[in-house]
């Protein structure tokens, strides 16, 4: 047979394996960039400079800098610095980091949807700067962060690839290891791409049943 499916079944525990862990890292990574994303996004928009310098620095350093580069300078630099940690905790702290300056730019272009007038009328009728966000500003913003937030999240999920050159075993290192114990590279990598492609939809899937879900709640 042209494709052996005695070595998809061989390697299929070992890349589902690989699977938990890419999962786990994003689950915890991409929440952590979001919130890290939100604050960054308020100090770009604050009124300090020396704020909104910080933040925008941080976002040119994150998508001018590439992912692979960033793993390997956190993995291999920052123990000369004296600064240790697991590849776990790497990956971790790397794949937020990088959310984190894309969040950023999501956020600050939904603020720009909000009408600035809307604001201007809260602060006439005498609202708190966190009334406006928690009743005025907040709840405009589901609608339009919804859609590059779910990309946003599955291209960090893919990129979780990278953290194999770190040796920890994610998806791809796992495929990496069947490929070289097998040879077998068109049913391990394409099991591989399969799981990246279906955990993929499930997100995409999820992202698009929480827009409607939205769109009906704004439009009660």
């Given at each position: ?160 690839a990278v953290f194999s050159v770190m040796s920890l075993p994610e998806l791809t290192y796992q495929s990496n290891l069947m490929t070289a114990d097998t040879f077998a590279y068109l049913e391990v990598l394409g099991t ?29």
């Open positions: 047979m042209f494709i052996d499916l005695g070595i998809v079944k061989l390697a299929t525990p070992a890349l589902l394996q690989g699977l938990q862990l890419t999962a786990t890292i994003s689950a915890i990574a991409i929440p952590l960039g979001i919130v890290i994303g939100t604050i960054a996004a308020y100090m770009a928009d604050a009124n300090r400079k020396a704020l909104r310098a910080v933040a925008l620095s941080y976002v040119e350093l994150v998508r001018n800098i590439p992912f692979l580069i960033l793993v390997y300078l956190s993995f291999f630099g920052l123990p000369k610095l004296g600064m240790h940690g697991s590849a776990f905790s790497i990956a971790i702290g790397t794949m937020a980091f990088y959310t984190g300056g894309y969040f950023c730019e999501i956020l600050r272009a939904a603020f720009r949807s909000v009408p600035k007038g809307q604001i201007r009328a809260a602060l006439s009728l005498g609202m708190s700067g966190w009334k406006i966000q928690r009743y005025v500003v907040v709840p405009q913003l589901f609608g339009f962060l919804i859609p590059p937030t779910v990309s946003l999240t599955i291209m960090m999920f893919k990129d979780t591989t791409a399969l799981i990246y492609w279906g955990a993929s939809v499930v997100m995409e899937t999820f992202g698009h049943a929480m827009e409607k879900r939205v769109r009906r709640w704004s439009h009660r």
